[in-house]
């Protein structure tokens, strides 16, 4: 469990650090703010899911304003952090249905879901920083370990 903590512990501070850079920047593109709506809302979604509540009202792809992300990171920054205090580790490995936003019925381990969007927000990262770089911005050093010397 100390693991999934940490990693979650990273991914608030990555996803903190992208979306400053996002607003200090100020004019990047429609891409970059639609990758970044999209992690955000990805992680939202599997949340609503694992709290065992339907996510299909979610909308996953879509622009978003810089002022519209910062929003949106703000009011569920605290959200993952809740979730973990209040699970009990032995729950890990319990399998949880849901429905994806295609509607479709699938199952999951709850241990396989936290670790997917801990990932899923590392390959959006990645792509944002590539897409910094290629419009002139600095991209944003967030890797894990950066994170622990920090």
């Given amino acids: 469990m100390k693991t ?7 991914l608030r501070w990555a996803n903190e650090q992208i ?18 709506h999209h992690l955000l809302r990805t992680e939202q979604v599997w949340l609503t899911r694992l709290r065992g509540r339907s996510s299909s009202h979610i909308p996953i792809w879509g622009d978003s304003t810089v002022d519209d992300i910062i929003t949106l990171l703000k ?12 699970l009990d580790p032995s729950r890990l ?17 709850i241990r396989d879901i936290l670790i997917h969007v801990a990932l899923h927000g ?19 050093p967030v890797d894990y370990i950066i994170y622990r010397r920090s």
């Avoid at 936003?101 to 999951?108: F, I, R, S, V």
């Avoid at 590392?122 to 944003?140: D, M």
């Fill in 4 to 10: 999934i903590v940490l990693m979650y512990q990273h």
């Fill in 93 to 109: 490995d319990e399998t949880i249905a849901y429905r994806t936003q295609a509607g479709l019925p699938k199952e999951n381990t």
């Fill in 122 to 140: 590392h390959y959006h990262r990645g792509q944002i920083n590539a897409a910094l770089r290629k419009e002139q911005h600095e991209p944003v």
């Fill in 19 to 36: 979306v400053e850079e996002i607003r200090m920047a100020g004019d990047v593109s429609e891409y970059v703010r639609t990758v970044m």
């Fill in 75 to 86: 009011t569920h920054e605290n959200d993952y952090e809740q979730y973990l205090s209040e």
